[in-house]
């Protein structure tokens, strides 16, 4: 073995010396032990050995990477500044050379002094947020030295150094890439700008294509169009084009000259028409479509057109010019005339016969009260006045329908409150009965109107005649609401008929009764 060196000894341990000592065992491996010498009581040595080969390889190793360390730091190619509280304490080769300044002249100051005014609080900001335990993103800075400007990328993270707490700063050059990357964006939007120029001047001939397909196309239709007058009209009344059929039409209509004017048309046109038509011109020159049917009168008779104006607007907004279509009409208007008559006799036929019913059924109704005078038994008479307030149900619609237009629905409220104002009068009974009603306004057709008006002669008829025994006043309402079938395209009805009378008799049952006004209602 062989001594490498004394070592200070572990006070009070007892050890009076102590050494570092190389020694080799019988595998000839070599060991590091520290060797220590110390005295008992009684004058004998006591000498104690420790093997310390693994914190030694050790503390070589962490010597070894921290000198491995330095040399990256110092060969790396960006730059790396350690900032602690006194200001920046190392910096390596790159830095400096981004910093174009020694490191003498670096070390106790703040990077934020080395970036332009508008960055440096920014800087200044991070770094403290850094010591703060954050990780703060990236800035670019620029950086301006020797006359130079640099653009600079830094990142902070938290550091150690010299054992004590450090933020490290990498900074990277980037002006060349941000130069090149310039570059390459001006390539790209020269290259983009050509390609779009080249695809706006392919569309520019497809555009033109196209509009001379349309133009081909509407002239086409503009000229071949023989069920249709097609012609342009400026504000101050000039005819600018018309189809060849616009022309033609008014020759036949009657106008003369070499050239069809504003004047012939206002010529042919009737009198009859209702309306001023300069004005229908005059409004789809300032911009509002105009449809209307014009009468142009021939030297025996009036040709009708159907015709619609439509501004034709330009790129200031204005609207000098009008496009005109239009179509003989005059024989659709001679059939809707002919429809229209046929319609009145029916609707007049309709009538009549809904008229004659009525009093058919008022002729009834008048025997069956001649027949009451015949009769002692008072059953009866009941029974026949029953009937006659059912005949007068179905006489109020044929009534109705005869007094209205429209013969094949009836409106509900007006039947329905008529039928029970009847009903009511028609009693003599001691209590004074008010009607309230609230009911929607549906119209129905007479397959339904019928059955309900049945159903609400019965209830308020059974009402009139046993609710209000004793009583002085009464109400009855009636009532009708809808509301839509869910999944269909169709309403559901509800009739209801009320008292404040003194209720249905107990057991009574409703299925039961042999009443026909009741079996009425439930058929």
Known sequence: FRKL????PYPGSGVVDRAEMHFKNRQGRGLHMDVGKGRLEDGSEVWMLYDITDSKATQYDLIQARERFRLLIESAPIGIVIQQEGGIGFVNPAAELILSTDEDEIEGRDLSEFVEEASADEVKKRTAATKDGDTPDELQVEMTADGETRLVNLA?????FNSRPAVQISMADVTAQSQLLGERVRAQVAEESNIQLTEEVDRHKRTQQQLQ?????????????????IWTLLKDGSITSGNPNFTNWLRHAGAEGEEVTWADLLELASNSNGFDVPERFTQACAGHPQRFELGLKKTEETRWLQVFLNPIHSGDDSTPEISCIAYDITE??????QIRGTLKEKEILLQEV??????????INSILNLQKNFLDDEDAKAALSEIQGRISTMSIIHETLYRHTDVSSISFPEYLS???TNIIQGYTADARIELKTNLQAV???????IPCGLIVNEWVSNAMKHAFVGRKTGEITISMTSKPVIGEEKEELTLSVEDNGVGLAEGFDNEGSDSLGLYLVQA
């Open 213 to 229: 397909q349309t133009g081909a196309r509407l002239k086409s239709i503009f000229e071949s169009g023989d069920d249709f007058l």
């Open 5 to 8: 060196g004394n070592l200070a």
């Open 156 to 160: 902070w993270r938290l550091s150690i």
């Open 332 to 337: 659709r208007k001679e059939i809707d005339r």
């Open 354 to 363: 809904h008229h004659r019913v009525k009093n058919n059924l008022q002729i």
């Open 418 to 420: 008529r039928i029970a």
């Open 443 to 449: 119209v129905a057709p007479l397959d339904q109107a």
